[in-house]
């Protein structure tokens, strides 16, 4: 419980023929943690299977076409049999047919939007009031038809085509700032230069012009409009076919590929000589003899060798709690897993951490709503549900602490009757009091903390260096009590012992850090200060509110409520945000920098999802 | 209402000892706050230490507290 996983270390050795079956049993068995081997001299690494090239490229086809098709790749699977290579067929036909729905559709598209611009076309010639033959120009006479940009001036183009020749004819349109202008062929290139300072854009006439007439022409547009109208209903169509076909087949391959191509790419992980590879790992202890046993049975040319692990060798790290305990260690990995020889606090922490954050909150009408908070909350969102868990934890230490102060939603009594109390938080009388416990409270759990930290260096480094370096801690401390119960000489010599020993154990380190350990007990002042913050905050709403409602008119009433609920809310809001960050703190910095190193590595098994 | 000078001053000491020390952690947190926000975008794992981190200086305003808490109560003794 308060150990990771124990490990064992292993060497795999086989023949290159074999390699394939050989990965394809670590995979099913997903039990082995693969040290990654660095290419050396001698050994190099392994290189992928050919499945792997060919599930990539697959892969990426298989992923187009789902975009394509707008099928969710993450949604429940159908098992349908098909081996890989029949499979990679299937998807190649697949996407050649999704590919040719969707180039036909581009091209539909881009006819569709030059209909527009033809059907623009013809309605100005209309509004024109003009022959679609005439928009030709003819054999003396240049036409110019199209938008010009219109905030040049209403006669600056009229003054300027004057300049030019008198022999020209100019319509415009003002709603849609387009003009129609016929001149002199002569003047072509002048005119042409003209109009292009004023941002002209011609617009394309030449199917207009081959057409018997404007009306008719419209008529075609809107033929043509319709068939490809039709047409792209008729892909939309087959494609929505695809996706009824072949959705539960794509996301089943997508995960087949997805572990195929993990497969096909663990030799890269592997050393690797021209006949034979190699592989190192962890196994948990636990599964270590079931796997050593499979493969030595299954396989004939495997060699298989256990390793002690070395010293100071980064074990990877899975931790066992109960059941209870467990979501604690989501506070484990937000600061860093344990390494292998240390213990794992995560089990500490479900008793501690629920305790010091109930004893800030305090108020059992709180807990209670935070309880059923979260209660949803866990039901709702399954991804926060280690997180909530824990706050459930929190809430329901929350209401015991709330039972001991005798408090619900900050008030003391009840109709009438004071709630039974242990000690009432709300009285600044007391704050000496809550300090008090506040720090004597610090003081156990630092010292709980250097106990374990003194497991920890016995295990590691033997008795007296373990001594040196925790216990000599818990000496200053009494030296520190003695002198404040006024036995100056006695606690004086205990200290100076104690400073002496922590300069043996830690050199002139130690000195410096001395006074560390009083800042960390004073540290868990907060403990005080946040109860304070709290309790006066709800004293004060209840005070505000039940002063509106003896007021007796119904506005103060109304006013008094929405204050309590309000005030409730905000005041809860910040009970669960203070709270809850300053006992992480109290843990990650007061406690665990007494026995915590941290820096595990997590244990990844091959062949298993995350 | 009449209050003594002397009880005052006292209430201005513990005052100032809060004041002193929430500005003091005020601009520590500010430049760790910082540096962490700055990391946690290279590598989002950095989080936790990060918050543990932020909230370190937290502890110069209890100190605050705590001697506030003491000048009252040595004024009152």
């Known amino acids: 419980m308060l150990k990771p996983k124990s490990m064992e270390k292993i060497f795999i050795y086989g023949t290159k023929d074999n390699s394939k079956a050989i990965i394809a049993e670590l995979y099913s068995l997903g039990a082995l943690h693969i040290i990654e081997h660095r290419k050396t001299e001698g050994l ?13 490229s697959a892969l990426v086809q298989l992923r187009s076409i789902a975009s394509f098709l707008k099928v969710n790749l993450n949604e429940g699977v159908k098992q349908i049999q098909g081996g890989l290579k029949s499979r990679v067929r299937i998807i190649e036909q697949i996407h050649s047919r999704v590919m040719a729905i969707n ?33 030709q120009g ?54 042409a230069n003209l109009l292009s300072r004023y941002a002209f854009q011609p617009l394309n006439v030449r199917d207009l012009v081959s057409a018997v007439s404007t009306e008719s ?80 049975a299954k396989f004939k040319g495997i060699y298989i060798q256990d390793i002690e692990i070395g010293h100071d060798e980064s074990v990877p790290i899975k931790l066992q709690n109960p059941k209870i305990s467990s979501p604690f260690e989501f506070l484990m990995r937000l ?48 991804a926060g549900r280690q997180l909530f868990d824990i706050m459930i934890a929190a809430s329901i230490s929350t209401m015991i602490f709330g039972f001991i102060f005798g408090e619900f939603f900050g008030f003391e009594q009840l109709l009438g009757h004071h709630l039974p109390t242990l000690l009432v938080r709300s009285d600044t009388e007391n704050i000496n009091t809550i300090l008090m416990i506040s720090l004597i409270i610090g003081v156990i759990h630092i010292n709980f903390g250097l106990l374990l930290g003194f497991i920890n260096e016995f295990h590691h480094h033997g008795f007296w260096h373990a001594f040196i370096a925790k216990i ?29 020993l922590l300069v043996i154990g830690e050199g002139v380190r130690g000195i410096i850090e001395l006074p560390s350990i009083f800042g960390n007990i004073l540290s868990y002042a907060r403990l005080m200060a946040l109860i304070l913050a709290g309790v006066q905050m709800a004293v004060i709403i209840n005070k505000f509110a039940v002063q509106f409602w003896s007021s007796g008119s119904i506005g103060g009433i109304i006013a008094g409520v929405c204050l309590l609920v309000f005030g409730h809310i905000i005041n809860i809001a910040l009970s669960v945000m203070g709270p809850f960050l300053h006992s992480l703190r109290l843990h990650y910095v007061e406690f665990f920098s007494k026995f915590y190193t941290g820096g595990g590595k997590e244990y990844r098994p091959f062949g298993t999802k995350e | 209402m009449v209050v003594e ?23 520590a947190e500010k430049g760790i706050g910082t540096a962490v926000v700055g990391a946690m975008a290279e590598k989002e794992e ?25 000048i009252i109560g040595m004024a009152a003794a």
Not at chain 1, 107 to 133: C, H, M, P, V, Y
Not at chain 1, 354 to 367: A, E, Q, R, S, T
Request: proline share 2%; charged share 25%; glycine share 8%.
């Open chain 1, 44 to 56: 190099d690494i392994g290189t992928p299977h050919d499945t792997a090239a060919l599930c990539s």
């Open chain 1, 217 to 296: 022409f419209l008529k075609q547009l809107e033929s043509a409009e319709k068939r490809l109208q039709k047409e792209n209903q008729g892909l939309d169509k087959e494609a929505e076919g695809l996706k009824k076909e072949y959705s539960g087949f794509l996301v089943e391959s997508e995960r087949l590929f997805k572990e195929e191509i993990e497969r096909a790419q663990a030799p890269l992980k592997f050393a690797e000589t021209k006949y034979s590879f190699a592989v190192q790992g962890f196994i948990p202890t636990d599964r270590y003899d079931e796997v050593r046993r499979k493969l030595a």
């Open chain 1, 472 to 500: 000599s801690w818990m000496i200053l401390q009494a030296g520190a009590l003695l002198i404040l119960l006024k036995f100056n000489l006695a606690g004086g010599i205990i200290m100076a012992l104690a400073a002496i």
């Open chain 1, 103 to 135: 180039s036909k559709k581009q091209i539909n598209e881009g006819e569709l939007r030059k209909l527009e611009q033809d059907r623009r076309t013809a309605t100005i010639a209309k509004e024109f009031g003009i022959s679609n033959k005439l928009l």
């Open chain 2, 5 to 27: 000078i002397g009880t005052g001053l006292v209430a201005l000491s513990a005052g100032a000892a809060i004041i002193g020390t929430a500005f003091a952690a005020a601009i």
């Open chain 1, 138 to 191: 003819t054999k003396h006479l240049e036409m110019f038809l199209g938008q010009i940009k219109n905030n040049n001036g209403k006669n600056g183009l009229h003054e300027h085509l004057d300049k030019i020749t008198k022999r020209y004819e100019m319509k415009k349109l003002e709603q849609h700032s387009t003009i129609l202008v016929y001149v002199d062929k002569t003047k072509t290139e002048e005119v």
């Open chain 2, 46 to 70: 950095l989080f936790g230490k990060g918050l543990i981190l932020t909230v370190i200086p937290e502890t110069l305003v209890i100190f605050g507290l705590v001697v506030a808490i003491l």
């Open chain 1, 335 to 382: 600061y860093t897993l344990p390494n292998y020889k240390e213990l794992d606090p995560t089990s500490i922490m479900f008793i501690t951490f629920p305790m010091l954050f109930g004893f800030m909150v305090g108020d059992w009408g709180y807990g209670l709503l935070l309880l059923a908070l979260f209660l949803v909350l866990r039901g709702k969102i399954k």
